[in-house]
């Protein structure tokens, strides 16, 4: 008895302090999972069921769509990340198992996806720096190649789908240091992020047992959960906005068994948060489809009159969408939603503005 109280104690004494101080990892520093930490005494036995794993599982986003995974799905769920912890604020916390990984190991990979039935992957990259200043990890080394490698794997070992979290970019198509106002991410963060997207692009082009989706949200918020009836799409990047983390970790989700997702790449946001990148020529496509200016920038509830003022404006239902380009979709439901996306084509994306000629 006094044994196995010790023994207790000292179990105790590591959860405590593996939990909450986790210690940094360096690139040059080795992937280990040891039998014996923390993480694995909260693992349960694997399910039978093939798991889903989200990499960048401890984050704000990947954790959202663990938790949508865990409590809503009831799916087993496998959170890999560099250094991962005990979530929070799970009801089936049975269903998780942790393991580590880092996308820029590309040997550190294939143990935690190879039985996948599908990967998210909601990595926000971060450059991380050396004592000394020498710069060891650039946004580059996780969104263009880490992606790459994970790619690589889940196509060897034919894992049904891939389901990408990469970000809206309308304006840098450079590295320089500014940052792009659709996303708020840094120009080089974000150039990174749509050589990323076409590699992957280009990698699934010929494979017949793996897919993918790529989702390109706009200014992510703490908000909550509004539905997918507040959510549109659209593949031409014409306009973009904001969506919360747990209704894009609801889009993530929806995607993996919608063959209508197949191949396919998009942006997401609320219809009433909707932000043109170039409001005179989102003027100009939605004007020229015999809609109202007062249509055209707050919907077909003003078809036929003004609003009073712009509290009336605000106010008013979103019926439809705004800066309307024929390229966005809706739906009471996310069957209805992906309904009518278009598979990617072998082209580069024109950021400047309007790539509905292409799709």
């Known amino acids: 008895m006094v044994s196995f109280l010790f023994f207790s104690l000292i179990l105790i004494e590591i959860f405590q302090t593996t939990s909450y101080k986790v210690p940094f990892i360096t690139r040059k ?12 005494l909260l693992n349960n036995q694997k399910s039978s069921q093939a798991p889903i794993v989200v990499i960048g599982g401890c984050g704000y986003t990947g954790s959202d769509c663990v938790r949508t995974l865990v409590n809503d799905k009831r799916v087993h769920t496998r959170v890999v990340s560099r250094n991962p912890f005990p979530l929070e604020n799970l009801t ?14 590309p ?18 990259a971060k450059k991380r720096w ?54 708020g991410l840094k120009c080089e ?3 990174s992020k749509m050589d990323g997207e076409s590699a992957i692009r280009e990698l699934y082009v010929n494979s017949k047992t793996s897919t993918y989706t790529i989702i390109k949200p706009g200014v992510l918020t703490k ?30 989700i929806n995607t993996i068994d919608n063959k209508d997702t197949d191949k396919t790449s998009f942006t997401c946001y609320y219809k009433d948060t909707i932000q043109p990148v170039d409001v005179r020529k989102s003027l100009e496509i939605c004007t020229g489809m015999n809609k109202t200016i007062e249509e055209c920038f707050f919907g077909s509830y003003f078809k036929d009159k003004k609003p009073k003022n712009l509290d009336d404006a605000l106010k008013a ?40 000629k292409n799709i």
């Open 29 to 40: 520093d080795a992937i280990i999972t040891t039998s014996f930490s923390s993480l694995s």
């Open 92 to 105: 089936n916390p049975s269903l998780i198992d942790y393991k580590s990984a880092d996308i820029t190991i």
């Open 107 to 124: 040997k550190s990979l294939p143990d935690v996806l190879k039985d996948a039935k599908a990967v998210i992957v909601a990595v926000s």
């Open 130 to 183: 050396a004592q000394d200043n020498e710069q060891i990890q650039t946004f580059n080394d996780v969104n263009y190649l880490g992606l790459v490698n994970v790619a690589k794997v889940c196509i060897t070992y034919e894992i049904p789908k891939l389901v990408v979290v990469s970000a809206f970019c309308s304006s840098c198509l450079d590295s320089n240091d500014r940052f792009d106002k659709s996303c």
């Open 189 to 191: 963060n974000c150039k």
């Open 223 to 252: 908000g909550e959960k509004r539905g997918v009836g507040e959510i549109e799409i659209n593949q031409d990047y014409s306009k973009s906005g904001m969506i919360s983390r747990l209704d894009l970790a609801d889009v993530c």
């Open 317 to 356: 239902p979103i019926k439809d969408t705004l800066f309307a380009t024929g390229n966005e979709y809706s739906g009471s439901t996310y069957k209805q939603l992906f309904k009518h996306l278009k598979k990617d084509k072998d082209f580069e994306f024109d950021f400047n503005f309007d790539n509905s």
